[in-house]
């Protein structure tokens, strides 16, 4: 028996290994950091855990690529205050914990009054900060109550 492939047939086999092939792609986009750490046993903070780790507290925020370090200060007003640590920039601001268990926070002159939302994880008892995107904004070297700055 001899079977001759039609134009037809060979135009279906190539649409249905194209539609393969577009949907495998959609399933193979990148892992965010926030994903990773998640998949790693990561745990999200709720709104009341990031309130009783933030509020009234000092925390030694450092910059996701490990060049800046900023004591930063959470007050019970939703007041933010701001120093870096070994340079001259201080900073205030405003934030609040949201009941999507992300903290928002929003300096004066850098953020225009915008808040910029992060989730909060707890990777291996080192407190991580995600942006909206997934990326990594930072993390805490340690908390201390009240402000030490």
């Known amino acids: 028996m001899n079977i001759k492939a039609t134009s ?3 135009l279906a086999i190539g649409t249905l290994a194209l539609v ?3 949907a495998s792609s959609f399933g193979a986009a990148a892992e965010t950091a926030e994903e990773k750490a998640l998949s790693a046993g990561a745990k999200q903070l709720t709104s009341d855990q ?8 000092t925390g030694t925020w450092v910059s996701s690529s490990g060049n ?12 933010l205050y701001g120093k870096l640590v ?8 405003y934030y609040g914990v949201a009941n999507d268990d992300s903290i928002c926070i929003s300096w004066k002159g850098k953020d225009k009054g915008r808040l910029r939302c992060f989730e909060v994880l707890n990777d291996g008892g080192v407190i991580k900060k995600f942006n909206v995107d997934g990326s990594l904004n930072g993390s805490y070297d340690n908390f201390e109550k009240g402000k030490v700055f």
């Open 8 to 10: 037809i047939g060979t």
């Open 20 to 22: 393969a092939l577009a």
């Open 50 to 57: 990031i309130a009783a780790r933030f509020v009234g507290m």
């Open 68 to 79: 800046k370090k900023v004591q930063i200060y959470y007050g019970g007003n939703n007041d």
């Open 86 to 93: 070994g340079g001259n920039w201080s900073g205030t601001g």
